[in-house]
C-alpha cells in the first residue's frame, strides 16, 4: 500500500513539471541544461521534466 502512494506521489510530480499553461499575449524561453532550446507559444505545452525550464 505505501509503494502505491509513493508511486502515486511521483507521477503526480511528473505529471506538474512536464505540464505548462502558457496565458495569452505571452512567451515563455525554455533552456534545457541551462541552454536556449526554443519558445513556448501561448497554450498547452510538455516539457521534459527536470531537464527543461
Given at each position: 500500500m505505501e509503494?502505491?502512494?509513493?508511486?502515486?506521489v511521483i507521477a503526480v510530480i511528473f505529471v506538474t513539471q512536464s505540464v505548462k499553461v502558457v496565458p495569452q499575449q505571452h512567451?515563455?524561453?525554455?533552456?534545457?541544461?541551462?541552454?536556449?532550446?526554443?519558445?513556448?507559444?501561448?497554450?498547452?505545452?510538455f516539457l521534459i521534466p527536470f531537464v527543461d525550464k
Amino acid at each position: 500500500m505505501e509503494v502505491a502512494v509513493l508511486f502515486f506521489v511521483i507521477a503526480v510530480i511528473f505529471v506538474t513539471q512536464s505540464v505548462k499553461v502558457v496565458p495569452q499575449q505571452h512567451a515563455w524561453v525554455v533552456e534545457r541544461l541551462g541552454k536556449y532550446t526554443g519558445t513556448l507559444m501561448p497554450g498547452l505545452n510538455f516539457l521534459i521534466p527536470f531537464v527543461d525550464k
